[in-house]
């Protein structure tokens, strides 16, 4: 039972090491390492086609007739918005916000739909009005959107931040931080011994 118990804490380790996470850039308007990730933001949250209302019904048979029932919960952007959303990941429509991470400098009018997994039952469809909270990496030379993060507390630019993609941007970013190389690899070899000592005594 405690040799279960150590190994799960091991487990957890690492995958808080990993993060298990795409964007691990730690200041905004870095090269991307996920050549797709952009279009794949543009299909998620920007996409022609979308009902502009807040009716279930529509969005229910807009759901199924695109095949996307399998995220619980989904926020699309005005596709008329584009321009604007893209240009959270420049000094005139961002301010850096965590990591690689940038929020816009004005609040965004969105459609958040809530639905069951797999069923495609729409449970809710809210119209929220947030200042936009979105990962921006270098993509064919270009920063751009590559990931929409939840506003969960109604976080707002601070003034005093660099301008998303500015030159003082990409000096040392106060408030968010990647795990180095070097930690990285600590992190794995003392999992390692833990593990090897785990196995030498059972």
């Known amino acids: 039972m405690k040799h279960q118990v150590v190994l799960s804490l091991v487990i957890c380790l690492l995958l808080g090491n990993l993060g298990v996470r795409s964007y691990s850039n730690n200041k905004p308007c870095q090269k991307s390492r ?25 969005w229910e048979k807009y759901l199924r007739e695109n095949s996307d029932c399998k995220r619980p919960t989904q926020s699309f952007l005005n596709p008329n918005d584009r321009d604007r959303v893209e240009a959270i990941c420049s000094s005139s429509g961002g301010k850096t916000f965590s990591g690689n991470l940038c929020i816009s400098r004005s609040p965004f009018t969105f459609l958040t739909v809530r639905s069951n997994p797999g069923t495609c039952g729409v449970k809710s469809v809210t119209e929220e009005t ?14 751009v959107p590559v990931h929409f993060e939840g506003n969960r507390v109604g976080s707002k630019p601070n003034n005093n931040a660099p301008g998303c993609g500015s030159a003082e941007s990409k000096q040392e970013n106060p408030n968010g931080r990647a ?4 930690e990285s690899g600590l992190l794995w070899l003392t999992a390692f011994l833990i593990l090897s000592l785990l196995f030498r005594t059972v």
């Open 34 to 58: 996920c050549n797709n990730c952009h279009n794949q933001f543009l299909y998620k949250h920007v996409r022609p086609g979308t009902p502009t209302t807040t009716d279930r019904n529509a």
């Open 130 to 143: 947030e200042h936009l909270i979105l990962a921006c990496e270098v993509l064919e030379n270009r920063c």
């Open 179 to 182: 795990v180095r190389c070097g």
